[in-house]
Each structure stands twice: as C-alpha cells, then as structure tokens.
T-cell receptor
Framework: QQQVKQSPQSLIVQKGGISIINCAYE??????FPWYQQFPGKGPALLIA?????SEKKEGRFTISFNKSAKQFSLHIMDSQPGDSATYFC????????????FGKGTRLSVIA | ETGVTQSPTHLIKTRGQQVTLRCSSQ?????VSWYQQALGQGPQFIFQ???????GRGNFPPRFSGLQFPNYSSELNVNALELDDSALYLC????????????FGPGTRLTVL
C-alpha cells in the first residue's frame, strides 16, 4: 500500500517558469512533510519541510502549500533554473521523530533554457 | 561540520553472497536510519539505530541486519543476497530519535549479479 502518492512522474519546465509537484497522503497521523532534492549519484538533500499547523511555507524560490482537509501538499519552484533539474521526493512521517520517512516515488524535473 | 559519509561507493556481488555497508553519521548526530532505494523509486525504510539498539524496522526480512557503534557509526549487513537487493543503500542521520529531520549520505550502489 503506497501511503504517499506523488505526481507527475516527470516534468519539463521552461527556464523562468513555475514547477509544481503534488503529493497526496492517506495516513492522517502524518504530521511532518519534507521535500527532498536528489541529483544523479547523490543522496537526497532536505529542501524544505512543513508541519500541518501552517498552510504554506516559503524558503527562497521554494514554497510548500499544504491542504490538511484534502490530505495534499505540493512543492512550487518559482523562477525555475536549469540547476534545479533533479529528482524531487515528497515524504511524510509522524511525530515524534523515531518514525520513518515514507517517500513518494519521485518526480524527475527537467528545466530547459 | 562533517556530513554523512558512506563506504564503499559502489559494490558488485553475486547472488548468495553477504555484504557489509558502512556509514558515519553527521557530527553530533546519534541516530542512524538505513533506506533502500530501488531504481526509479523513492527510498524505503529498512531500520533505525539509536544508542546501539535497533529502534524501529521496516518491512525487510531478517537477512537485513545492522549495528551501531559507540561513535554512532553504523553498518548494514545483508546475507544471502538476491538479485532484487540491487539498489542504492542510503544512510541518514539525525540529532536524536525525536527529530524528524534526517540528513542523507551519498549512498552505496549495490549490484547483485
């Protein structure tokens, strides 16, 4: 049973455009939602994370939008750059932190000039 | 501050063999988690170690085992390797088991022939 569903599987965006990746979760006990960025041959790097007490969190060009009632959250990358080309994973876990991260299947983002 | 390191980078084994993968946690982090990432998939939780004890386990068979040492470094051992064990094995550390944030190493690419 896949607890975190991520879409789309792949995404091509023009340089300067907005990249949007969506995730939906099933377990209402989840209350920590991070996004990870992974370049080929590297491990995932924590990009930004949100807890369900807020509906939006912004860090630079990256924004998480969170909809608790719909059990959905999304990553928006503003002014997308070729250097943003990577695979992005959403994940979820429960407090306290000794519960594992449950990952989506990933979205391969390509930003073209 | 030193990040999470893993060794070796790549490894090729044959079916039925045993393998040991190693991880050094980020400075100040005492909790280590191991994940398996199959090609084109998100990471899947194998187990977590805290204070040299297993502190949670995912849906992996007993032939996947681990150790954590007093310096918080960790090993993942896999016995009786199967072809499906071919994957990127990721180690992640965190400041403690109550922390959600996990920081990943670059991974070990295991190929089973």
């Amino acid at each position: 049973q896949q607890q975190v569903k991520q879409s789309p599987q792949s995404l091509i965006v023009q340089k300067g455009g907005i990249s949007i990746i969506n995730c939906a979760y099933e377990n209402t006990a989840f209350d920590y939602f991070p996004w990870y960025q992974q370049f080929p041959g590297k491990g995932p790097a924590l990009l930004i994370a949100i807890r369900p007490d807020v509906s939006e969190k912004k860090e630079g060009r990256f924004t998480i939008s969170f909809n608790k009632s719909a059990k959905q959250f999304s990553l928006h990358i503003m002014d997308s750059q070729p250097g943003d080309s990577a695979t992005y994973f959403c994940a979820a876990s429960m407090l306290p932190g000794n519960t594992p991260l449950v990952f989506g299947k990933g979205t391969r983002l390509s930003v073209i000039a | 501050e030193t990040g999470v390191t893993q060794s070796p980078t790549h490894l090729i084994k044959t079916r039925g063999q045993q393998v040991t993968l190693r991880c050094s946690s980020q400075s100040g982090h005492n909790t280590v988690s191991w994940y398996q990432q199959a090609l084109g998939q998100g990471p899947q939780f194998i187990f977590q170690y805290y204070r040299e004890e297993e502190n949670g386990r995912g849906n992996f068979p007993p032939r996947f085992s681990g150790l954590q040492f007093p310096n918080y470094s960790s090993e993942l051992n896999v016995n009786a390797l199967e072809l499906d064990d071919s994957a990127l094995y990721l180690c992640a550390s965190s400041p403690g088991p109550s922390y959600n944030e996990q920081f990943f190493g670059p991974g070990t690419r295991l190929t089973v022939l």
